[in-house]
């Protein structure tokens, strides 16, 4: 297994571009494809300097899309939020007590690995920004006490929960259409009446037997195959990786100051009081929202906070505790501060990928793709006299894996290629829920091979993506089968 995991991590670094590149290289290619062979009538039949003239005209509008600059925003405020609560001092404390648990190589990625997951699956940004830092405090631990580490498999098992966060309680696809149902119009390409399907609960998504089975099986087992990857013995020297020992300590916590003494803006900047206040008023509008859907919806208090729960009330969430866990507002805007690194990728990146999916969808291609795969199932079971219920909802997982690859923001994805999913599931009589599984667990599997949501770890530990991308590839293609008879099993 360690030599199969060496394999596949110097693959990546040979032949894994930067994230910006990969997305330049994705923009291209899918531009490219619209223009060669659209699969809507309307861009057919334009002459080819109209057929491209309305092809940037869709990338354009695409990159500034509102809500997706909207949805950059939610991203960035999650990841420094999340980071101020990890950078809080009592927090970092306990982060500190649990980096100095293990003793050994194996032993740091099993457990960053375990938090990644258990994390990641409680909600996304709250374990990717968890492991990071409790990865870049392991690191220092074990630099300390003269143990070798191989650093970039850390950084692995720290993103390996993206594999496993959209089964989880912040997963995009089961919450909305758990709240709002699934609009098939857009499966006709917006011929004729729309088409709802009723709102899917969560007890028969996320809560359900099978799903909880499956993560269950993925918090144990992710650690425990990666750190079967991890070397037993190491050379000292492999202990220096791509982040030297000071670089990692200028992540300390900042210094409380003293107020005494100073003017009215240093007061108020210091005072415990309006840290305090802020966010106990940032906790009573959440408390606020989950009791107008209990009033309104006749819901249990446990029911609605969880159908509560999406990006702005997470973010409220981590601002609250961040500022309670701080001594002031000062320290909060350091430690927040310190975080700017990790936003920088997505803040350049995520509008080009909001391009991407507008091409995607404007060109025909998400439809023709989905399809393509619906028809695959299709022609499989008529074939080899395979049921359709089995080929259906794999072929369904390997197409929002494929999807994944050019729009990874998993709700994007939801909104383009959920709908054309489940409209073929209702007419081939199988249960949607099972395929808003299956979307979702293509979208979190190849998160492996797709870096985007790698830059904020890459942010925190100043790893390079071709360092730790070639495990979780290798992770990807082990999870793949597990995946598919999870759904088979639905």
Known sequence: MQRLGAFFARLAQRHLPDPLALAGVLTLAVGLAV???????????????????????????GVWNPAFLEFALQMCVVLLTGFGLARAPAALRGLRRLAAWPSTNRGAVGLIALTSCA????????????AGVLAVEMRTALARRGVACQYPLIVAAAYAGMMIWHGGLSG???????????????????????????????EQTVLSGANLCLSVGLIAG????????????????????????????????????DSTGRGLADRLNHARALTVSLALLVLAGVAVQVFDRVRVTDQSLGLAALQTLNLNVVNSLFLALGLLLHPNIASYVAAV??????????????????????????????LWLSQSFVQIAQWTASTVGVPVDVTFPIATLLSAGAVNFFIPSGGGQWIVQGPIMCAAAGALGLPPAQTVMAVAYGDQLTNMVQPFWAIPLMGLTRVDARAFMGYCALLMLLATPVFALALLLY
């Not at 909600?123 to 990717?128: A, I, K």
């Not at 089961?174 to 399907?197: F, M, T, W």
């Not at 990857?229 to 900042?254: C, F, H, M, W």
């Not at 990728?345 to 995607?360: E, H, R």
């Open 222 to 257: 992710i650690p425990l195959l990666l750190r079967a990857l991890a070397a037993r013995n190491l050379d000292a020297s492999e202990v220096v990786g791509s982040v030297s020992l000071k670089a990692i300590d200028a992540g300390e916590a900042p210094p409380m100051v």
């Open 35 to 61: 223009l060669l062979f659209p699969n809507r009538e309307a861009l057919r039949e334009a002459t080819w300097s109209a057929r491209g003239a309305e092809i940037v005209r869709i990338w354009l509008a």
């Open 172 to 202: 995009s696809a089961p919450l909305k259409v758990a709240e709002s149902g699934v609009s098939i119009a857009s499966a006709h390409d917006g011929a004729g009446a729309a088409q709802r399907i009723a709102p899917i609960t969560v």
């Open 337 to 366: 501060t310190d975080g700017g690194r990790a936003i920088v990728g997505i803040v350049i990146q995520f509008p080009l990928y909001g391009g991407i999916q507008a091409l995607m969808v404007g060109g025909g291609l998400a």
């Open 119 to 130: 994390g990641c699956w409680i909600n996304w940004g709250f374990g990717l920004i968890l």
